[in-house]
Nanobody, 126 residues
Framework: QVQLVETGGASVQVGGSLKLACVVS????????LAWFRQGPGKEREGVAV?????????GSFVKGRFIISQENTDGKTTVNLQLNNLTPEDTAIYFC??????????????????WGQGTQVTVSS
């Protein structure tokens, strides 16, 4: 069974930064894509960033260089991080991490992802 557990959500001021982390665990489960999605109040879920197992990264168009996705392996567990910088109230959302072993099409389409975390809340206030 695969588990994804996010941490790091918080309330911050405009212009602030946060680092989200998601630990991916699962016996003998090899991911190919690790991604972050978000869902703001009254909005549809949208793709934020994805990292491929070859290190390639793709970001949503709204990121504009403010966020950085990274991945590390420690003690047999994979962690995917999302560094959020220069936050604005429009970044307020529940942030979810997701993983999949294969996909065909746009890498930030949530339909491709089979494993999901429970989400972590990010609130940006002015």
């Amino acid at each position: 069974q695969v588990q994804l557990v996010e941490t790091g959500g918080a309330s911050v001021q405009v212009g602030g930064s946060l680092k989200l982390a998601c630990v991916v665990s699962g016996y003998n489960w090899n991911w190919r894509y690790l991604a972050w999605f978000r869902q703001g109040p009254g909005k549809e879920r949208e793709g934020v960033a994805v990292i491929w197992n070859n290190g390639q990264k793709t970001y949503g168009s709204f990121v504009k260089g403010r966020f950085i996705i990274s991945q590390e392996n420690t003690d047999g567990k994979t962690t995917v991080n999302l560094q959020l910088n220069n936050l604005t109230p429009e970044d307020t959302a529940i942030y979810f991490c997701a993983a999949t072993q294969a996909l065909s099409g746009w890498v930030l389409n949530q339909r491709h992802y089979t494993e999901w975390g429970q989400g972590t809340q990010v609130t940006v206030s002015s």
